[in-house]
């Protein structure tokens, strides 16, 4: 089993629509929980990072955290075409070392 | 530079031979990371830094892989006797420090081997 689970997608919306990008994961000593955002050809860009369970917002994007349920989501509100990209977590606990675990990352396509 | 660079973008190689991938961190960043990211799946780690020293090997996969960073900024990772199954791309990242800080992430070198 995979330390992270992501639904590898594709994914597309019209633009203004809500999206919502999971993952799971399986260490429940994962601490710190990132998403990142690649474009084709580029490297992972963060976007958002929380510790442990809760909500964090920037902007049009909501990370959640539910470590009970060993789940994370990112929520992009007013979705735009310039959000098409690849949407990668990853997660880490730094008490046992500095290893960033990822997902698959799920490809986004917002249709204008 | 502003962010993290690597050299060269595209690398095209032979099965057999020896490939180096260069990684430039962010300046006064001490923790440097090596990922690999296969079509489709998410980064891999390999191998991680703080200062000269590899704090964590555990990722790369077998002896064909070693990495350096010498004087504490640039890394160097080296592939002997490449093989098909090594074509991926090679992202390279960089920390502040080593624990708690976010990974800067630089575009990656291509690596292809026919």
């Known amino acids: 089993q995979k330390e992270v689970e992501q639904d590898p997608g594709p994914l597309s919306v019209p633009e203004g629509a809500i999206v919502s990008l999971n993952c799971t994961y399986s260490?429940?000593?994962?601490?710190?929980f990132m998403w990142y955002r690649q474009y084709s050809r580029k490297g992972p860009e963060l976007l958002m990072y929380t510790y442990s369970s809760g909500n964090k917002e920037d902007g049009r994007f909501t990370a959640q955290v539910d470590k009970s349920s060993k789940y994370i989501s990112l929520f992009i509100r007013d979705s735009q075409p310039s959000d098409s990209a690849t949407y990668l977590c990853a997660m880490t606990n730094f008490n046992t070392g500095n290893q960033f675990y990822f997902g698959t990352g799920t490809s986004l396509t917002v249709i204008p | 530079g502003a962010g993290v660079s690597q050299t060269p973008s595209n690398k095209v190689t032979e099965k057999g031979k020896y490939v180096e991938l260069r990684c430039d961190p962010i300046s006064g960043h001490t923790a440097l990371y090596w990922y690999r990211q296969s079509l489709g799946q998410g980064p891999e780690f390999l191998i991680y830094?703080?200062?000269?020293?590899?704090?964590?090997d555990s990722g790369l996969p077998n002896d064909r892989f070693f990495a350096v960073r010498p004087e504490g900024s640039v890394s160097t990772l080296k592939i002997q006797r490449t093989e098909r199954g090594d074509s991926a791309v090679y992202l390279c990242a960089s920390s502040l420090t080593l624990a708690g800080d976010t990974q800067y992430f630089g575009p990656g070198t291509r690596l292809t081997v026919l």
């Open positions: 830094f703080q200062g000269t020293g590899a704090a964590d």
């Open positions: 260490n429940s000593a994962f601490q710190y």
